[in-house]
């Protein structure tokens, strides 16, 4: 007797109850904050750059300095005799630098330093600071034939901790990337000792991104844009900066905002962000986010722009990572990761009838087309899934992945609810419906199998089915 | 959870954002920061580097928000892109992570991927917790990305299929891998019914 308690793989409400509380014994959503982070990354850089995709928020200011070198490029054209500004008047000014023309020739270098503390944590700067030092080929931003020139894109991303530990180190000499992420996933795990910095050559795929990833123009326009449609910012007054010049401070500050029992609105300062802004030149020097916890203003974020300028073209940079302490480097050699699966290859119906014996649609449907692929199974690829997928446009689909022959009695008790045979002795053998579409097993004469899955109902597959035709 | 319908106030957060109004993407990122962060954390198993994963994401979320179509759900746009990067990272962090393989999670991994006996005839226990926990250690980071996507996140195969670009048989596939290896192990913590059940057939 066929089990008649159907289950969907949708509803199962034991195993989302569980995930739920795994998620909620470790992440307290109170103490989820992101956003303060989030806004001070968005209103200094639109585009973080990431030369290793898993090196998480360190190269995060290229586009930012950037945008800063443009401001300090044109300064000369703004006029210098300010006393009093506004808020808005100075960050139309420092905008106004974008429509800048660019020096065609030249080497940008900038030093940014990027400190974060995103868990608020209180004591002596207890986050991470992240010193980035970058220099970018002005030619290849203006004409993109000169990519052959090198180098095109130099930088060093160097985090430490408060002590001055080195925690992450990401960097590339235009030949050779340097990272202390592995790309090689069986890489040795060393929890003391000096951190090991994995060297691997440059790709051509990677020289091209480097020379292509960030326009100026879009990251000066990213730059103010925040702090220019943000009617809460104002000047909180002027300042005299670390080299003696003057400078502004912007500041946008944060409030939350609540309705009492008696009817009236308290808002209760939650935190700020500033930006401060050469009186002169109006280059930006400095952003930072601060939260405010339990009286107590914390910064969370803060971006310095230490160093920008232009160095002649024909400069040589004096690029090196031989000041890091307690670091061990080594020839990245890349093996084959084990967890990846290759990319499926697209067949012919022939070359399908080629590999196995399968079925096909004599006639495809209108509107439809037909997708045969070819998946690896294993890492070493000496076995293989099959899969006919047939799809329009409404995404509909009538799919068949060849599963070989079955354990006997397999089908029948795990596809249990109905079967079809057709006139040319092709069985199917039905999953318990679902509200996604019809799902089965399709058993062809030699006894091979084929999963079949489609979004459409059992009368319309059984009519596919009556079309279906060995692959030739 | 519910995020297959954009509410109006997701809707105006969206057209905000792509105005240039960072204060949109604050409405997206306190309404969703929390699952998100949860999702990445259940794949990730790091909550630093889940949060890491999140906050990138809604940056990169911002950056893309003009490729984004307001009369969808932001949420399952975006979640799919955390999900995404979460299998990446999970897949170096992976030697992290150091794992006691033993038969007991290898079984429950399984009963994961296809559970067989139905979930609702588990009891909900700290103890199974905890197995499930391992188990989920245990299984890679793309069959764990599904199992979060399609139990925590509640998306439809069909939306599973858009993320990992596999067709849909493949997913189903990977879902009905069957097992029935689990009755030893996971018998102390079926519920009484069950039991019964089972019983019965025994007789």
């Known amino acids: 007797m066929k089990n008649k308690t159907k289950h969907t793989k949708d509803k199962n409400p034991v195993i989302q109850s569980m995930l739920d509380h795994l998620a909620e ?37 290229l586009s930012a300095s950037i945008a800063v070198l443009i401001l300090a490029l044109v300064t000369v054209f703004i006029a210098r005799n300010v006393t009093t500004v506004s808020a808005q008047t100075i960050l139309e000014r420092a905008s106004a630098v ?19 503390n995103p868990q608020a944590l209180t004591g002596d700067r207890p986050g991470k600071t992240t010193i980035n030092d970058t220099y970018y080929s002005l030619s290849t931003v203006q004409d993109q034939s000169a990519l052959a020139v090198a180098p095109t894109f130099l930088y060093r991303d160097v985090t430490t901790d408060t002590a001055g ?12 990337n340097y990272s202390n992420y592995s790309a090689n996933p069986e890489a040795a795990v060393k929890n003391d000792g000096p951190l090991t910095i994995y060297r691997s050559p440059l790709t051509q795929d990677d020289r091209e991104k480097d020379a292509t990833r960030d326009q100026p123009s879009v990251s000066a326009d990213s730059l103010f844009e925040w702090f220019r449609n943000n009617p809460r910012v104002e000047l909180e007054g002027k300042i005299t900066w670390t080299d003696g010049s003057q400078a502004y401070v912007l500041v946008d500050r944060n409030e939350q905002t609540q309705k009492l029992a008696n009817g009236q609105v308290e808002k209760t300062s939650t935190g700020a962000t500033k930006m401060i802004f050469n009186a002169e030149t109006y280059q930006l020097l400095e952003s930072q986010t601060s939260i405010r916890k339990d009286g107590q203003d914390i910064v969370i974020s803060e971006v310095k722009f230490v160093v920008d300028e232009i160095l002649p073209a024909d400069t040589h940079v004096d690029w090196s990572l031989s ?38 649609l004599k006639t495809i449907p209108e509107g439809f087309s037909l997708k045969i692929i070819m998946t690896p199974n294993d890492s070493q690829a000496q076995s293989y899934n099959y899969e006919i997928n047939y799809e329009n446009s409404a995404n509909e689909t009538f799919g068949m992945m060849a599963v070989g022959t079955m354990d006997p009695g397999f089908i029948e008790k795990s596809f249990y609810d109905g079967s079809y045979v057709t006139a040319s002795g092709l069985t199917i053998n039905y999953s318990p419906s679902s509200s996604h579409g019809t799902s089965g097993m399709l058993t062809i004469p030699d006894g091979t199998s084929f999963l079949l899955s489609s979004s459409m109902s059992r009368e319309e597959i059984q009519k596919l089915a009556e079309d279906l035709v060995p692959a030739k | 959870m519910t995020v297959k319908i954009p509410s109006l106030e997701e809707k105006l957060a969206v057209a905000r954002l792509k105005q240039g ?8 990122v306190k309404r969703h920061q929390v699952r998100a962060v949860s999702a990445a954390f259940l794949v990730v198993r790091d909550q630093k580097l889940a949060e890491d994963i999140v906050q990138d994401a809604f940056i990169h979320a911002a950056e893309k928000i003009d490729q984004f179509d307001e009369s969808k759900p932001f949420a399952a746009w975006f979640l799919r892109s955390v999900i995404n990067v979460s299998v990446k990272a999970a897949k170096l962090q992976k030697r992290f992570v150091p794992l006691d393989e033993d038969e007991e999670t290898s079984q429950v991994a399984d009963w994961l991927v296809d559970p067989d006996p139905r979930p609702e005839l588990i009891v909900e226990t700290e103890e199974t917790r905890k197995l499930v926990w391992k188990a989920l250690g245990e299984l890679s980071a793309e069959q ?57 057939k025994q007789d």
């Open chain 2, 21 to 28: 109004d960072l204060d949109g993407m604050e409405t997206l």
């Open chain 1, 165 to 176: 530990n080195i925690l992450d180190v990401s960097a590339s000499d235009g030949s050779f």
């Open chain 1, 98 to 116: 974008q429509s800048a023309t660019m020096p065609a020739q030249g080497i940008w270098h900038t030093v940014i330093e990027v400190y974060d």
């Open chain 1, 323 to 360: 000041d890091l302490k307690n670091v061990a480097f080594v020839d990245e050699t890349i093996v084959e990761d084990p967890s990846y699966v290759p990319e499926s290859t697209v067949l012919s119906e022939h070359e399908l009838a080629a590999h196995i014996n399968a079925y096909v």
């Open chain 1, 25 to 61: 014994e470790t992440v307290n959503p109170k103490k989820v904050d992101l956003w303060p982070a989030i806004r001070s990354h968005l209103a200094a850089s639109k585009t973080p750059s990431k030369h290793k995709e898993f090196s998480m928020n360190k190269r995060i200011m």
């Open chain 2, 144 to 200: 764990r990305s599904i199992i979060i996507m399609r139990h925590f996140l509640e998306m439809s195969e069909t939306e599973m299929t858009l993320e990992l670009d596999r067709p849909l048989t493949t997913i189903r596939w990977r879902l009905k891998t069957a097992r029935n290896n689990l009755r030893k192990i996971l018998r102390p913590f079926w519920n009484s019914d069950y039991l019964e059940m089972e019983d019965e």
